[in-house]
């Protein structure tokens, strides 16, 4: 046992009315919720970079938080991942995600950074045996070190380009030694900031190139996990090349992936494309290549991403019901990349953040399955569009050409009146729920 959350009791759930500050009001782990357990419908995971490598810098300060295990030795690497698990325990959290960053200390040469991840690797398998905590996606960062300013797969230096795909077939063996469910491809520099330098066809082909290669290595070794992009715009890039996801879609057809890969979908990232959250959702369940989401909100005062801890139940539960329109996780779940505040330094802090975050999660989700259950919303929409159900309207879409369609209208004299959206009405019925 370590000493850092010494006096912190392990999370329960008490219940709406309790006033006790380390308990779970909303977040029942075995309540039932469209016949499946809540803690099933949203399997969260802890964010190992926020919660504890994340040292409390912005961009116009640098570290606030005084952790014992920051530094870069191994035995340092291993008190953080006793400290993890610890506060795994406390929040009954059933998954973490992580960086290759997050858990090892780099070396002065890829193999012994290579040394030392498989070290760390060992230790967090040791203490998984002991733990039901289990991994939910691992990644590389390829964005934070010097050698990347100018991106990883998209970088106009091969030997980069080499050392990324090094690094990204070290973490996939890494997820899948520790049972991961996912690998993610955070392309946090995959993008330019001028064409006046930027060969833009030769880096998007050659990020596309590395993507095919994940998923011929993860066929080669068998990985039965989902490979995950994750849509990211504008920041820190001034064009990213996985802008968002509809971006993304058109990438992975370019390159006869989209049966190979889906989207791990940030609300942050949502934001900051000038889309929703639940549009985003929406969107990958139409085109077949939703995955997994990163929780967190924007201020939207600021404009960049803060990764706070969501704490908004209307837009949370618009965002879990299409994920439950879309049938659920399936190995994806709810990571909180979401960060303490930098004046939050306590390491009480670091609990409640995750605890107000998965009361929010759970109070959102059963107003979004109250509201598909009952039916209204779905009955509303399907009454919009009943016009399409029609026998004409149907024969319009699989036959018509402009030619016919306009011989229809003249013949009928099809006059369309507007009809209501009634927005308003549906806002209404949203707030019945929340």
């Known amino acids: 046992m370590t000493e850092f959350f010494k006096g912190i009791p392990k999370i329960r759930y008490e219940g709406p009315e309790s006033t006790h500050e380390f308990a779970f009001r909303h977040y029942n782990p075995d309540e039932l919720v469209m016949g499946k357990r809540l803690e099933e419908h949203l399997r969260f995971a802890v964010a190992w970079w926020h919660s504890f490598a994340w040292q409390g810098g912005d961009p116009f300060g640098g570290q606030t938080f005084e952790r014992p295990w920051f530094g870069d030795t191994m035995d340092l690497a291993k008190l953080k991942a006793d400290t993890a698990f610890e506060m795994f325990d406390i929040l009954g959290a059933p998954f973490f995600c992580f960086h290759?960053?997050?858990?090892?200390?780099?070396?002065?040469?890829?193999?012994?950074?290579?040394?030392?991840?498989?070290?760390?690797?060992?230790?967090?398998?040791?203490?998984?045996?002991?733990?039901?905590?289990?991994?939910?996606?691992?990644?590389?960062?390829?964005?934070?070190?010097?050698?990347?300013?100018?991106?990883?797969?998209?970088?106009?230096?091969?030997?980069?380009?080499?050392?990324?795909?090094?690094?990204?077939?070290?973490?996939?063996?890494?997820?899948?030694?520790?049972?991961?469910?996912?690998?993610?491809?955070?392309?946090?520099?995959?993008?330019?900031?001028?064409?006046?330098?930027?060969?833009?066809?030769?880096?998007?082909?050659?990020?596309?190139?590395?993507?095919?290669?994940?998923?011929?290595?993860?066929?080669?070794?068998?990985?039965?996990?989902?490979?995950l992009i994750e849509p990211k715009p504008q920041e820190p890039s001034k064009h990213q090349y996985d802008y968002d996801v509809a971006t993304v879609y058109g990438f992975l057809k370019d390159f006869g992936l989209e049966n190979e890969v889906k989207v791990n979908i940030e609300q942050g990232h949502a934001i900051l494309a000038g889309h929703s959250f639940e549009h985003e959702l929406a969107l990958a369940a139409s085109l077949g290549i939703f995955g997994s989401i990163d929780m967190n909100r924007n201020d939207y005062q600021s404009g960049w991403d803060t990764d706070q801890f969501p704490d908004n139940v209307l837009e949370t539960a618009k965002a879990y019901y299409e994920i439950l329109r879309a049938g659920g996780f399936t190995t994806g779940g709810t990571n909180f990349d979401a960060k303490l505040r930098r004046q939050s330094l306590d390491p009480e802090d670091l609990i409640l953040g995750h605890v107000g975050a998965m009361d929010v999660c759970a109070r959102a989700l059963k107003a979004a399955a109250a509201l598909l259950e009952d039916g209204a919303l779905e009955k509303a929409r399907a009454a919009r569009y009943a016009g399409w159900d029609r026998p004409e309207a149907k024969a319009m879409l699989k036959d018509g050409t402009l030619e016919s369609i306009s011989e229809r209208v003249l013949a009928e004299n099809i006059t369309p009146k507007p009809r209501s959206g009634r927005q308003e009405r549906l806002e209404n019925l949203w707030n019945r729920f929340v």
């Open 100 to 227: 290759d960053a997050d858990i090892r200390p780099e070396g002065t040469t890829f193999a012994e950074t290579l040394r030392n991840l498989d070290e760390i690797v060992d230790y967090i398998e040791e203490k998984m045996e002991k733990s039901s905590t289990k991994l939910l996606w691992g990644t590389a960062n390829l964005f934070t070190h010097r050698r990347f300013m100018a991106g990883a797969a998209t970088n106009p230096d091969p030997d980069v380009f080499a050392y990324a795909a090094a690094t990204v077939k070290s973490c996939i063996d890494a997820t899948m030694r520790l049972g991961g469910e996912n690998y993610v491809l955070w392309g946090g520099r995959e993008g330019y900031e001028t064409l006046l330098n930027t060969d833009l066809k030769a880096e998007r082909e050659h990020a596309g190139r590395f993507l095919q290669m994940v998923v011929d290595y993860r066929y080669k070794i068998g990985f039965e996990g989902t490979i």
